[in-house]
């Protein structure tokens, strides 16, 4: 087997795709908008920020090598060989592109042309039929391809879609960020002439949250129901720590919000950070803490109140 020095393999993974085909394979690379391209081959093979990701496939890297390996299906040998080979003939120029989170694009799955799959999902955790349809005609809800998967946006003022988190309706525990996102414009329904709004950790919670008011006869497009995106970690020390930036930025823009509702979880981590926030803020805001009455998080609460028993049962009595 041929052997390649340790310091020919760094040299080779420091190539990033971009520097790549812009040096040795220009004809291939499509500029799709500002500092995200794709290729001539891959349409949705997405290059942005140092990272790639071909959606159609469900794989992605960082590397130039990632990228012959994945996608051209070359050997780790053939690959380190390509670029060095490339590389001895042209020397590549690195450009040096802004890296700040603000500068980032939001990278966005390919929409499915149906939205079957992800209204069957949510309505199997017990969202309400007019809630997810409302979701799905602006968009704040789409199904993705090529897996099918539930994507919730949040967009900014111009309405320009800034932040999306993906969930696998597979009931497999598949979840996260999509490349880009920007926790401030997290997924939310909201009513900006409230003056109290609701905290959750997912998007999953919140339509469970409005799904619940509405059985209780409430307008639920009169609430303000926003997503953190994720649990809340404050410090150890409690006074030290930070409010998420997507509560920070809502109450900037919102001066007339006056109260807080927490809907975290309950479990410690949601314990601890709804404790925290009532610390933070307790001098300016009425903070209010109203975790589900039963069951782990709101979905379960709701899964319980219409009798339905999630395939991954996690709930318990609180």
Not at 2 to 28: C, S
Not at 135 to 150: A, Q, R, T, W
Not at 246 to 263: A, C
Request: proline share 4%; hydrophobic share 35%.
């Amino acid at each position: 087997m041929p052997y390649i020095a340790p310091e020919v393999v760094t040299e080779a993974k420091r190539m990033d795709l971009l520097t790549y085909l812009r040096t040795y394979e220009p004809g291939q690379l499509v500029r799709v908008s500002g500092n995200t391209y794709c290729t001539r081959e891959h349409d949705s093979l997405k290059i942005s920020n140092g990272k790639w990701m071909w959606w159609s496939r469900g794989i992605g890297g960082r590397t130039a090598l990632d990228y012959l390996i994945k996608v051209k299906e070359l050997s780790f040998i053939e690959a380190v060989e390509t670029i060095m080979g490339n590389c001895a003939v042209t020397a590549p120029v690195y450009e040096t592109e802004s890296r700040s989170y603000e500068n980032q694009p939001l990278l966005l799955p390919q929409k499915s042309p149906t939205s079957n799959v992800v209204t069957q999902y949510l309505f199997g955790r017990g969202i309400d039929y007019e809630i997810i349809n409302e979701c799905l005609d602006k968009e704040l809800i789409i199904e993705s391809l090529p897996y099918h998967n539930v994507v919730f946006i949040g967009y900014d003022d111009k309405k320009e879609a800034k932040y999306a988190a993906y969930r696998a309706t597979n009931n497999s525990r598949i979840m996260g960020d999509c490349t880009g996102s920007k926790k401030q414009y997290s997924f939310r329904l909201t009513n900006e002439n409230s003056t109290e709004v609701h905290l959750f950790e997912c998007a999953i919670d919140l339509l469970s949250f409005a799904t619940l008011a509405r059985i209780e006869g409430e307008d639920w497009r009169k609430l303000n129901l926003v997503s953190l995106s994720g649990v809340y970690s404050p410090k150890q020390e409690m006074e030290k720590s930070k409010v998420p930036v997507t509560l920070q930025k809502l109450l900037e823009k919102n001066p007339q919000i006056s109260r807080i509702v927490l809907h975290f979880d309950n479990d410690i981590a949601g314990r601890k950070a709804a404790k925290t926030l009532e610390i933070l803020l307790k001098d300016r805001y009425e903070v209010v803490d109203e975790p589900p009455q039963r069951g782990k998080d709101f979905n379960d609460f709701l899964c319980i109140q219409l009798g339905i028993l999630k395939q991954n049962e996690r709930s318990f009595e609180r």
